[in-house]
């Protein structure tokens, strides 16, 4: 499914650089999420955009800037990362749950490999 | 708060049926999903709930209770492509009601 793409698929980064992860989306959706998925753990909920607007930021460490341009694009900005933030970062795109109803699934993209060295 | 229950791995043969369960407590309920996720891959749509009873699509049927927190995803037929990691996902209430909270996974291995 290429309904949503991220780009890097891999990234390895030293503790002091500053990068970025990119989400696009092609289904016409208007709500879009990050996610942060580690080893063992559940995926966890790091923010929430709906219409552009950020509903949601589930206490993330400033280190981690999100940036929502337009309903199709989401992008996560990286500064000063530490070693524990080495994971699997996941972008999903919705309908949102007011007009679509609750029933309304997330779609995944495949992730960015996230490295911190 | 929301916490999400599920067993980390099962093993299951081909051709065999494979039930996973999911308990979950929640502040409120909006809807249950079910998601499958091979390695390395996204996570992909599988089924939601939000009355009870059971859903049926193809090979897959996933059944919920909410006075009991319950949920279980049933796959018939098990395939070899079956193999992956199960999510369950708890929709909220008010508020929070774009977020899901996802169970940590169940694992299942599909051997011949």
């Known amino acids: 499914e290429t309904g949503v793409t991220q780009t890097p698929r891999h990234l390895v980064m030293g503790m002091t650089n500053k990068k970025s992860l990119k989400c696009e989306q092609h289904l016409g959706h208007n709500a879009m999420y990050w996610y942060k998925q580690s080893a063992k753990k559940p995926l966890e909920l790091m923010f929430v955009y709906n219409f552009k607007e950020q509903t949601e930021n589930n206490s993330v460490p400033s280190r981690f800037s999100p940036e929502c341009p337009n309903s199709s694009h989401l992008f996560l900005h990286l500064h000063t990362l530490q070693p524990e933030d080495s994971a699997l970062y996941l972008c999903?795109?919705?309908?949102?749950?007011?007009?679509?109803?609750?029933?309304?699934?997330?779609?995944f993209g495949d992730g960015t490999r996230l490295s911190i060295l | 708060g929301q916490n999400i229950d599920q067993p980390t791995e099962m093993t299951a043969t081909e051709g065999a049926i494979v039930q996973i369960n999911c308990t979950y407590q929640t502040s409120g309920f909006n809807g249950l999903f079910w998601y499958q996720q091979h390695a390395g891959e996204a996570p992909t749509f599988l089924s939601y709930?939000?009355?009870?009873g059971l859903e049926e699509k193809g090979r897959f049927s996933s059944f919920l209770s909410r006075s009991k927190g319950y949920s279980y995803l049933l796959l018939k037929e098990l395939q070899m492509k079956d193999s992956a990691s199960y999510l369950c996902?708890?929709?909220?209430?008010?508020?929070?009601?774009?977020?899901?909270?996802f169970g940590k996974g169940t694992k299942l291995s599909v051997i011949p």
């Open positions: 999903a795109s919705s309908q949102d749950t007011v007009t679509g109803g609750t029933g309304q699934p997330q779609h």
């Open positions: 996902a708890v929709r909220a209430t008010g508020a929070g009601s774009y977020q899901l909270t």
């Open positions: 709930n939000v009355l009870d």
